[in-house]
């Protein structure tokens, strides 16, 4: 039985090093990722599938698909590689796990079909043919989270998501790990090592996986704009999808906390009082603490801030009302604000199309619900830093922080630094650079990073 065993791991390595080596021949860029995963033979699975550090294979499964066609191993090899490169195993989050799987097997596939390379060559069905052309209505780049947002949009039946699921599946997506607590090392692959596995040491590791495959995501990246003239077409359309996948991402609520002003605010100072001092009065005299609460505190909060909106053609009122309603769910947190404060939302194309005062909570909700975009010209970015320059010497703030510009990215910007911190934020898609002056700061969105929450409600 041993031997047996010993015989099914043998071929299906084999079979594995084999549809490797080929695909190296093929795009020599791979080199570093094809590196990064060992093999395993698992008999948990009926097919094959990674959980980010081994290819586990079912060895029959592997055999059979071999035989009917070595290209459809070699597909798959790459199938389950990119889904390490572009981690996907790892940026599901609280997402709908049937949704999820399907987008990611849709974008990999995507960029496999696009692939001129013989030993991952098959001829593309019309339904996949349809389906990229219907994702195209909507994204420049086939990424898996922006082929989510748009499955979750669409009013597809069960049975054309089945059809779906049917086309797109090569892998095994059950031995990925769980990120709920990090606590599933599939116990079906490995019961002794589960049991050993505190969960903090299995989200440990999960995390030297994904940094792991972030480095080589990055490198690939690198390879590829190396040398991308001599490869051609072989590349296909990996480095954009690379670009984006390895963009900076952004916690927008962190980010708005460079525009805070350490401040006194009345609330309960917990930090500075002593309750041992408090209970022992309670104790001894009844109702005479030996000493109070501090009622005051130095809290760190926004106070005043401009928010510029882009209201030029090239921003549709979508991505303008996506962006609001992101930075609206961050400010009705009182956590963000002082009691008291002042955000000017100002509305400009080519010119300042309306100035809204908000010094409220409820202001900053009624605003919300009858928003609507002023202005559809040309975009020039000077016109507002006029203005704001003018509300100060008018004596209209006290302490202005910062001033947020969301943007598409085409402007003129003011030649001289102004007397506040100011960040761009850029709504733009695919691998598309944006640049700002030396004295911006600078963040780049996604209609994915702002609509992935709308579309989950």
């Given amino acids: 039985m ?3 065993k010993q015989q099914l791991i043998a071929i299906g390595k084999n079979i594995l090093q ?27 699975t009926l097919y094959v599938g990674t959980d980010g550090s081994k290819i586990l294979f079912n060895p029959r499964y592997l055999t059979q698909l071999y035989q009917n066609d070595a290209i459809l191993v070699n597909r798959a090899y790459m199938h389950m590689l990119l889904h390490c490169v572009f981690r996907h195993m790892f940026h599901r989050n609280k997402r709908k796990e049937d ?16 692939l001129q390379v013989p030993a991952l060559r098959m001829t593309v ?3 996949r043919e349809e389906t990229y052309a219907l994702m195209g209505k909507k994204l420049n780049v086939f990424t898996a989270e922006g082929i989510y947002i748009q499955l979750l949009s669409m009013s597809v039946s069960e049975l054309q998501l089945l059809k779906l699921r049917k086309e797109f599946w090569v892998d095994d997506h059950s031995l990925w790990q769980s990120d709920e607590d990090g606590e599933n090392e599939n116990p079906q692959n490995n019961p002794q090592q589960s049991q050993q596995n505190t969960p903090e040491q299995n989200s440990a590791k999960q995390q030297q996986l994904l940094q792991k495959w972030q480095d080589i995501s990055e490198k690939m990246k690198t390879n590829l704009e190396t040398f991308q003239k001599d490869m051609g077409q072989e590349a296909g359309d990996l480095l954009s999808h690379l670009k984006v996948e390895n963009r900076q991402r952004y916690d927008y609520r962190r980010f708005l906390e460079k525009f805070v002003t350490l401040k006194e605010e009345i609330q309960l100072d917990e930090d500075a009082f002593d309750t041992v001092f408090y209970t022992y009065g309670l104790h001894m005299y009844g109702n005479m603490p030996l000493i109070e609460a501090l009622e005051y505190k ?15 053609e090239s921003c549709s009122d979508g991505m303008i009302k996506g962006f609001l309603e992101e930075t609206y769910n961050i400010l009705q947190s009182k956590e963000s604000f002082f009691q008291k404060f002042q955000i000017h939302i100002v509305q400009c194309d080519a010119d300042i ?27 020039d970015f000077r016109p507002v830093f006029a203005y704001v320059d003018k509300l100060i010497e008018e004596k209209k703030f006290k302490n202005l922080k910062g001033l947020i510009y969301f943007t598409d990215g085409y402007g003129t910007f003011p030649k001289k630094r102004p007397a506040y911190d100011t960040a761009f934020v850029f709504m733009t898609q695919g691998d598309r650079t944006v640049t700002v002056p030396p004295w911006a700061m600078k963040v ?11 579309a989950e409600k």
């Fill in 125 to 127: 069905s019309d339904m």
């Fill in 298 to 312: 130095e809290v760190e909060k926004i106070e005043e801030l401009v928010i510029a909106i882009d209201t030029s």
């Fill in 99 to 114: 949704y999820w799987n399907l987008a990611c097997d849709i974008a990999v596939e995507s960029m496999i079909d696009r």
């Fill in 444 to 454: 780049i969105l996604t209609p994915e990073d702002l609509q992935i929450k709308e």
């Fill in 2 to 4: 041993n031997d047996l």
């Fill in 353 to 379: 199309q309306s100035d809204t005062l908000i010094t409220d909570y409820l202001q900053l909700q009624k605003y919300m619900e009858s928003f609507a975009v002023k202005g559809a010209g040309g975009t």
């Fill in 18 to 44: 084999s549809s490797r080596n080929e695909l190296y021949l093929s795009m020599r860029f791979l080199d570093i990722a094809l590196s990064g995963l060992e093999y395993e033979m698992n008999l948990s």
